[in-house]
């Protein structure tokens, strides 16, 4: 790996606890003005000083986030998609040079394994990798579930695995039953979790809390964060479990406590 890859990578993976919680606010780009999103930037700027990355559109951080942010970027570089069709029909739409101009630390597409399009969002993934290793930029791989999929090992690790195949450096996916078997599937590739929809902040804790103990390096969390009642709080509560082991109860009183 180069100077710069590692470089970057150390910049989301805190090399002192080898976690990371990144904040996750680019849903707008297949599902338009998401709830807490709608002005994103009042929502997220007071947010950003608990995060370790956030992980965005071009057009999202160019409207609504200050240039003087110090946080790495994880650049969204795919859509063409809307919940209105087929999810799997996604596209590179930044190009390279728009990523490296913004300043990203790493790129992101989806990959869709069993989808419509599933060939196309591999070969996305692909492309990006190839451009990432061009100039020293990671490749962040999201394992999105379509409809008709179960979240289970056997997705999830058949999902994850292709991307670490196809040259993912960081593979984002959902937490499962027997989910250490999906972070063994990766081998030596680091594994976030996505939180999913809203669900109530000590669940959503709790599912951290396993995720980590079964391998997972870190989460890349956005509704549970940015939908709570109380987002700072949370926030510093998944950063209490992620980067201090703490447990559930422990970090659910930091999130009452904002
Ligand atoms: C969509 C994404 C989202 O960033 C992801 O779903 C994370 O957000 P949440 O925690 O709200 O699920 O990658 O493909």
Redesign the pocket.
Known sequence: MNWGMKNRLSRIINPKTGRCVML????G??QGPTTGLRNLGKTINPLIPYADAL?ITRGAIRNWIPPEMDKPIIL?VSGGTSILKELSNEKITTAIEDAIRINATAI?C?VFIGGEYERQSIENLGYLVDEGRKYGIPVLS?T?VGKEMARDARYLGLASRICVEIGADIV?T?FCDEFEKVVEACGNIPVVI?????TPEKDALEMAKNAISKGAIG?????????SDKPIGMIKAVRAVVHENKEVEEAFKIYQDG
Do not use: C, E, L, W
């Open positions: 996750a606010v680019d849903h780009f297949f992980m969204r992101t989806s999201v999105a984002k959902y996505a939180g999913g929809k809203k989460v890349d969390m956005g509704r549970n964060i940015f939908q």
